[in-house]
C-alpha cells in the first residue's frame, strides 16, 4: 500500500469517529423540554451551529438557541413542569438547564405552591415542669437525594411569557433570566419579559415615562418586566439597582441604570397580549 492511500484511510477513519463522537455528544445532551404549539415558524440552534425546524412535540435541548419568526409564537413546556411563549422576532437561549428531583422534593414543593399560611395560636400559658437529665440521642442521617434543579435562560431578542415550575419552587435562585441590561430573578410568578424595540421605545407611556429624566434618555434597548401574578425581582446590569415587583407591578429597566415603576401597561402590549402559556396547547 502507497504512502498516500495509507494516510487516506487514515484520515477517512478520523473523520468517521469524530462524526461518532460528536453525534455521541448530541446525543447526551440534557432534554430541557419539549414544543407544545408553533405558529408559522420557528427553530432551534444547537450549540454546535446545527438549526432544525421546530414542530409541535419536538424535544427541546440545554444549550440551544429558540428563535420564533415573524408573525410567529413557540411555547416551550419545560421537564420542571413551567412554560415558556415566545412573541414573534424572539431569540431565546437555553442557557444552562437541568431537572432532576426525588419524588418527595417534588411532593413537597407542590404541597408548599398551593399551602395557604395559618395564623400561628398564641401559647396557652402552663407550668414549667422541672427540667429532666438530658440523654444524648443521635442524629439520624438525612436521606440521599439526587436533586438538581436550575433554570438559566437569556433573552437576545423579542420578548416571551414565562410560567415558571418547580425550579422556582425547589430552589428559585437557580432560577435566572439575563437580558442585554439585566437580570431577573424569581419567587414562583406569572411573568412578561419585553427586550423594548423601536415600537416598544416609541409607545406613549414609555416616553411620558421618560419624559423627567434627562435629555436623550432613550428607552431603546431597554427591559420590560410585567408580573402577572406572584413576584419578581429586576437588577439593572449597568448599576446594580434592583426593584422588587410584585403582582400588577410593571417595571422598566433603562440602558443607562435608571429603573422606573410604570404606572400602566404600555399601549403596544394592550394590542398584542402574551397570553398565559399553560393555556396555549394548540
Known amino acids: 500500500m502507497s504512502a498516500a492511500r495509507w494516510f487516506g484511510d487514515l484520515g477517512r477513519s478520523a473523520l468517521l469517529i469524530g462524526l461518532l463522537l460528536t453525534s455521541g455528544v448530541a446525543t447526551a445532551a440534557t432534554q430541557a423540554g419539549e414544543v407544545l404549539l408553533v405558529t408559522g415558524s420557528a427553530t432551534a440552534t444547537s450549540p454546535q451551529g446545527s438549526v432544525r425546524e421546530l414542530a409541535k412535540g ?9 428563535n420564533s419568526g415573524p408573525n410567529s409564537y413557540l411555547n416551550v413546556r419545560f421537564t420542571d413542569g413551567g412554560f415558556t411563549l415566545l412573541r414573534p422576532n424572539t431569540r431565546f437561549v437555553i442557557e444552562d438547564y437541568a431537572f432532576q428531583a426525588d419524588p418527595s422534593v417534588i411532593e413537597a414543593a407542590q404541597a408548599a405552591a398551593h399551602t395557604q399560611p395559618t395564623p400561628t395560636p398564641k401559647p396557652a400559658v402552663t407550668p414549667t415542669p422541672a427540667p429532666r437529665p438530658s440523654v444524648a ?16 435562560f437569556r433573552l437576545v431578542k423579542g420578548g416571551f411569557r414565562s410560567i415558571t415550575g418547580l425550579v422556582g419552587k425547589i430552589n428559585r435562585d437557580e432560577y435566572k433570566v439575563a437580558t442585554p441590561v439585566a437580570t431577573i430573578g424569581i419567587r414562583g410568578t406569572d411573568i412578561t419579559v419585553i427586550d423594548c424595540d423601536l415600537v416598544c421605545a416609541e409607545d406613549p407611556v414609555i416616553q411620558e415615562a421618560l419624559h423627567s429624566l434627562p435629555p436623550g434618555t432613550t428607552a431603546l434597548g431597554a427591559t420590560i418586566l410585567i408580573v402577572n401574578s406572584g413576584e419578581a425581582y429586576i437588577t439593572n446590569a449597568l448599576t446594580g439597582e434592583t426593584t422588587i415587583a ?37
Open 137 to 152: 440521642i443521635a442524629p439520624t442521617p438525612a436521606p440521599q437525594q439526587s436533586t438538581v434543579a436550575r433554570s438559566f
Open 246 to 282: 410584585s403582582a400588577g407591578m410593571i417595571v422598566l429597566s433603562l440602558p443607562n441604570g435608571i429603573q422606573i415603576v410604570l404606572g400602566e401597561m404600555p399601549g403596544f402590549l394592550l394590542i398584542d397580549p402574551p397570553p398565559p402559556p399553560d393555556q396555549c396547547l394548540s
Open 58 to 66: 419536538d424535544a427541546l435541548y440545554s444549550g440551544e438557541i429558540l
